[in-house]
């Protein structure tokens, strides 16, 4: 069966200790997207380690959440 882009999915990176937390707190990209103002896609991929995190989210995310930047590093 040939891929329709020809490319494969790869994840080169394993998820963060942010995709953690929220499967542990039960929260979804589109609740994180709402609280932060990113788009879902956006915080899926920086929950999911293709996208680095910058300061600006790690703060609006740790508050959300309930915990520090570092927390999310």
Known sequence: MKRRSGRRRTT???PTPLAALMREQGRSYVWLA??????????NAVANGREAMTVRFAKLAGAALGVTEEGLA
Do not use: N
């Not at 709402?34 to 915080?43: D, E, F």
């Open 12 to 14: 080169s990176k394993a």
């Open 34 to 43: 709402r609280v932060t103002g990113y788009s879902t896609t956006h915080c």
